[in-house]
């Protein structure tokens, strides 16, 4: 294999993740890397549970990836960390940290099925990221495999522009090789693992210079020198195609797709050959700038900075993978952790290789590596030079939606739960640990499920406990329907010495989304430190609101008047005066609440869709469309997530087994009247 020689290593450098839906073959594709590159010697399966990213036993038992998992391997002179991240939509969370540090992804796509539901909520969590990306259409060996259906959806669902360079050589079963239409070969797998180059076979020539021609068009028409090209020569030349792929991948304008089946070990080469050519380098992203405007270059020579985006918190210690932006780190070095805002030294610095370690020396700018010895350090922080501070923008988390209240079986071990929650929620910051105020109970919130279902039987394994867990229930909201205008309060408090007071006018009404406030008090009859006081009080009312005690959201606050007193008024008489004149407002608001509610696409053979829609309209779902596609029927349809615990087991059911379906959240919306008693 040539191998190109670059003046700068970290050219050489690419950071990628892969990205799909549940099942359409990540962990697959991920293990037939890392076997292509001689980093294993053996191919692991899925459903053996002896892949290399797969390894914790719970993903093994559930043939699920739940966490995101890092490793390395050399392709063509060129070095590779990767991340295989989770699939399924209660483990977002995990992709979004992941491709928070990412510069390029592989979007895995189904043969058969096309665009599924998270394949389009992973791909829109890229765009937001500006993550370019390659596509991959596996499982082109499976009955129904159809590559320009599967192109066609990604045009229609996720509307970039697909740039198809291969043509499949057979089809299902027969399905044996690609042509290269940027070289114009033919790579066929025959028996063993390696691909043969050859010429184009004679029955698929037309067809290939067909697509040529398409892919040359379609570039051409979104690349400036490409086009300059083509209207000279009327053609494009290997070099000009593939220079422009890259240019077109990068800018986000376009999206190079190949194919083959990664469980049959067809078109792994390729994939990887596309990886080189036509994702960034650290080089080639913009470099990364802190919350006060710095940029830090991609040198390893500036300042140090990295992001922490994932703490394994084990009984051995702590392990905290990081980005490296910028800089070089040693072992035994000295680091700020803005977040912290204290020291930490670095004991080890680690590649990975998903559960196994190699040490090194020092990582360095472009990096993906884990540190030992941090204690403070979580998931979002910053670390940087302690002479060079720098605040990096960490990843969002997303707001838990299900709850369950868990208890050990003994009373003894309430403190070793304790323990072992605040372990989970410092790993996983889309877990939420609180006790609930009326009942004492201890309730741990996440993103659906089976998030909470892995996160309490992590609790079981890791640390021996027997626990009691509540049936799940779900995080509704309170929103405004209808506000209230001039509400009137005052804060007078009497009681020897200072006193305190605040008057204040306020207006409410519903708004689109979160929390709006704003001031319209004129001859500065409140000073505007105190109008921030009187936003802060406001903020601290919306925690519970007047129909359930669940959050508020959707509103916005107008301070329209007030009045101070010479002695008496101050920043905590107003913020208390905020706090107490907004609870007072909701009571008087015509209150609405909010449910969460999910997109679920249901697969089920032809002969069970009457049943399936019985049920989903039982459970208050709206059916928003059906299709017929390789022998079964899938229904989409949104529904109350309150509605959906236990749904796996009744589809089963209903299915004989043959059933399956993925939820995605779409966001809340108004729930029944009954469903405003707190629970």
């Known amino acids: 294999m040539r191998t190109i020689h670059h003046p700068d290593p970290l050219a050489v450098v690419r950071n990628l993740g892969i990205l799909a839906h549940v099942d359409a073959g990540k962990t697959t594709v991920t293990e037939r890397i890392l076997f292509a590159t001689g980093t294993t010697h053996k191919r692991g399966e899925v459903h053996d ?337 302690p002479d060079a501070p720098l605040v990096l923008e960490p990843p969002g988390a997303a707001e838990p939606v299900v709850s369950v209240a868990v208890e050990p079986r003994r009373a003894v071990d309430t403190d070793r739960l304790a323990t072992a929650l605040a372990r989970l929620a410092e790993e996983d910051p889309s877990l939420v640990v609180r006790t609930d105020a009326e009942t004492g109970q201890t309730l741990l919130s996440g993103m659906g499920e089976l998030h909470l279902e892995v996160a309490v039987e992590k609790v079981r394994r890791e640390h021996g406990l027997t626990l009691n867990v509540g049936r799940p229930k779900v995080s509704y909201r309170e929103t405004v329907g209808r506000g209230v205008s001039g509400l009137v309060h005052r804060h007078v408090k009497q009681d020897g010495g200072a006193g305190q007071f605040a008057h204040v006018v306020l207006d409410v009404e519903p708004a689109e989304a979160g929390f709006e406030f704003r001031s319209t008090v004129v001859g500065g009859r409140v000073p505007q430190e105190y109008v921030r006081a009187v936003e802060a009080g406001c903020r601290d009312a919306l925690a519970e609101g007047p129909l359930g005690g669940h959050p508020v959201t959707g509103l916005r606050v107008t301070l329209t008047d007030g009045s101070t007193h010479v002695k008496d008024s101050s920043d905590t008489a107003f913020r208390t005066a905020g706090r107490f004149g907004l609870r007072e407002a909701l009571r008087a608001c015509a209150m609405v609440l909010l449910e969460p509610v999910v997109e679920v696409t249901v697969t089920v053979p032809e002969d069970a869709v009457g049943a399936v829609l019985g049920d989903l309209a039982a459970r208050r779902g709206r059916v928003s469309g059906s299709a017929t596609r390789g022998g079964s029927a899938v229904v989409t349809a949104t529904v109350p997530l309150a509605e959906l615990f236990g749904y796996a087991t009744r589809l089963r059911s209903r299915t004989q087994g043959r059933g399956t379906f993925t939820a995605r959240p779409t966001g809340y919306a108004p729930a029944p009247a009954e469903a405003a008693v707190r629970r």
Not at 86 to 91: A, K, M, R
Not at 188 to 212: N, Q, Y
């Open 49 to 385: 549970g002896t892949t290399v990213t797969d390894f914790d036993p719970q993903e093994r038992d559930r043939g699920i990836t739940i966490f995101a998992a890092a490793v390395s391997c050399a392709w063509d002179g060129h070095r590779l960390n990767l991340i295989d991240t989770p699939g399924h939509v209660d483990f977002a969370d995990e992709v979004e940290r992941s491709l928070r540090v990412l510069d390029g992804a592989v979007a895995v796509f189904d043969a058969v099925a096309g665009v599924e539901p998270q394949s389009e909520s992973v791909w829109r969590q890229a765009d937001r990221h500006g993550v370019p990306r390659i596509a991959f259409v596996n499982k082109m060996d499976r009955a129904g495999a159809d590559l320009d259906a599967a192109v066609e959806s990604i045009r229609r669902r996720l509307h970039p522009a697909p740039l198809v360079v291969q043509l499949p050589i057979g089809s299902e079963d027969g399905f044996s090789g690609v042509v290269d239409l940027v070289r114009m070969r033919a790579l066929t797998w025959a028996d063993g693992d390696t691909a043969e180059e050859g010429s184009v076979p004679d029955g698929l020539r037309e067809e290939a210079l067909r697509r040529r021609r398409t892919l040359e068009e379609a570039v051409a028409e979104r690349h400036p020198a490409a086009l300059e090209e083509f209207c000279d020569r009327e053609t494009l030349s290997a070099g000009t195609l593939t220079a422009a792929l890259r240019d077109l991948t990068r800018s986000g304008d376009g999206v190079v797709v190949l194919c083959g089946s990664a469980y049959r070990n067809r078109g792994v080469e390729p994939l990887l050959d596309a990886v080189v050519a036509y994702l960034p380098s650290p080089l080639d992203v913009p470099a990364v700038c802190g919350e006060n405007g710095e940029e830090r270059p991609c040198d390893p020579a500036a300042p140090f900075a990295a992001l922490a985006f994932k703490v394994n918190a084990t009984a051995t210690g702590r392990l905290t993978y990081v980005r490296v932006y910028s800089g070089t780190i040693e072992k035994g070095a000295t680091v700020w952790d803005a977040g912290a805002r204290r020291t930490e030294r670095v004991g080890r610095i680690l590649r990975v290789q998903a559960d196994r370690h190699a040490p090194l020396e020092r990582a360095v700018a472009g990096d993906i590596v884990a540190v030992v010895g941090l204690k403070a350090a979580r998931a979002g922080s910053t670390l940087c030079a």
